[in-house]
């Protein structure tokens, strides 16, 4: 059975339901053990302090930065918490966008998002309002000791959380030589038509430069600090009362399933009917060649 590998709250406005995360891939790759060529035998790793050669135990291991060579910043795991000690245990949708929008490039790891006790029928009402509504909710959270954008997706009975790239961690394509003989290359109008009509139909104002990664930020921030000899103060989350699961009916931004017009379904049906006949009109051409 499925383990939930992290618990909090997804939040929007006012409307908080608890989750729970789980994985969504179960990676298939060969895996190997490092093996002694003389005997065959199992290649141990430890822990060795570099200065003494004494193993370290586990429990005497700590985070370091390296600043300078052989300077390092020691940082704690209670003073990463308490950059942000709300988002560690929340997922806070920022924004409601068409899935169309989002680059394929920036998809990172997906996971399974369920609800939590107490929070199924809010789950539903949010899963349906976002099928019908064709939208992706955009939302950042922080797991482990990294900030993450993540898209929010209603695929079948379950919301898909897919962790995203931040702006600046993408390569630019500048940098790949083989792409400047793309300039070389020619096409005729009809050719340009099909392609410019399959953008159009697929084009719309996702920024993914707007999103930054600010705890990444406050990290290199602390680290900064305490390299100049700041004494950081640590600060823990409020323990905060526990307090009923709202009915998401009763949020206004939030359409109810039956609210969605007829015409939204049907246009995107239509565009969709007309995106699989531009890609195969363009696949007939390149089997030309």
Do not use: C
């Amino acid at each position: 059975m499925a383990r939930a590998i992290w618990s909090g709250t997804l939040t929007f406005g006012l409307v908080t339901i608890p989750v729970k995360l789980y994985p969504a891939v179960q990676r298939k790759a060969v895996r190997f053990n490092q093996l002694d060529g003389e005997d065959n035998s199992r290649i141990q790793q430890r822990r060795v302090n570099s200065s003494t050669g004494e193993e370290v135990p586990y429990d005497r291991l700590v985070k370091g930065y390296e600043i300078s060579p052989d300077r390092y910043v020691v940082i704690t795991q209670e003073e990463l918490d308490s950059l942000d000690p709300v988002r560690a245990r929340t997922i806070e949708i920022e924004d409601f966008v068409d899935g169309g929008e989002i680059d394929p490039i920036l998809y990172d790891t997906t996971y399974y998002l369920a609800p939590g006790a107490g929070g199924a029928k809010p789950y539903r009402l949010l899963l349906d309002a976002m099928r019908e509504s064709g939208r992706v909710g955009i939302a950042r959270v922080v797991l482990r000791t990294k900030e993450y954008l993540v898209a929010l997706r209603p695929t079948g009975g379950a919301l898909q959380l897919t962790t995203l790239l931040f702006a600046d961690e993408v390569v630019d394509p500048a940098g790949v030589e083989e792409l400047e003989a793309v300039g070389e290359a020619e096409t005729n109008a009809r050719e340009l038509g099909i392609a410019e009509q399959l953008i159009g139909s697929l084009a719309g104002p996702f920024e993914p430069g707007r999103y930054t990664d600010e705890y990444r930020a406050r990290v290199l921030d602390l680290i900064e600090r305490k390299a100049q000899g700041e004494q950081i103060e640590v600060v823990t989350a409020p323990q905060e009362a526990a307090s009923p699961v709202p009915d998401l009916m009763s949020a206004p931004h939030l359409p109810a399933p039956w609210e969605a017009p007829h015409n939204t379904r049907a246009s995107g049906s239509q565009r969709s009917s007309f995106t699989v006949r531009l890609l195969a009109a363009i696949s007939a051409w390149l089997a030309r060649f």
